[in-house]
């Protein structure tokens, strides 16, 4: 099979999985041969990625990718390899109002949390507890 027909599956599958876990927004990729950051469609974005290694001996290894679901930002750092494709080692999610930060790591690309579910990884507060402090309810 040719190298670019199995980089491109290998591509599909991994944004297809990102897609059904409902990482669907725009993703920014570094950290990859000293290229700058880019944006864009992850599909575009890893194609890139593979492209930057074609027709070198270099191996590609490794890659950031970072999205964003409503007040949740999500870092996903992830490796490659020819054979088992792109694999997720850590995410880390960062919640934006209260900087609370968590990482989170995976041997297989399944154990990745939804998007719906980020959200509930922070704690929320409670109504009443306004009130509890003093402060009445506004």
Known sequence: MDQHKINRDNAEDFAGLLYRKG????YTISDYGGRPKQSGPLLQLLA??????????????KCTLETR????ACRFDVSYN???????????????????QRSYR???NH?????ATLSGLFPQPKPW???LRGRGFR
Not at 111 to 115: E, S, Y
């Open 23 to 26: 990482y669907r927004d725009r």
């Open 48 to 61: 890139e990625f593979l492209r930057h290694f074609e027709g070198k001996q270099l191996a590609p290894e």
């Open 69 to 72: 679901y409503f007040n949740v």
């Open 82 to 100: 020819q054979v088992n494709g792109f694999k997720v080692d850590q995410m880390t999610v960062k919640q934006e109002k209260t900087n609370e």
């Open 106 to 108: 995976f041997r297989h």
């Open 111 to 115: 154990q990745l949390p939804g998007a």
């Open 129 to 131: 507890e306004r009130h």
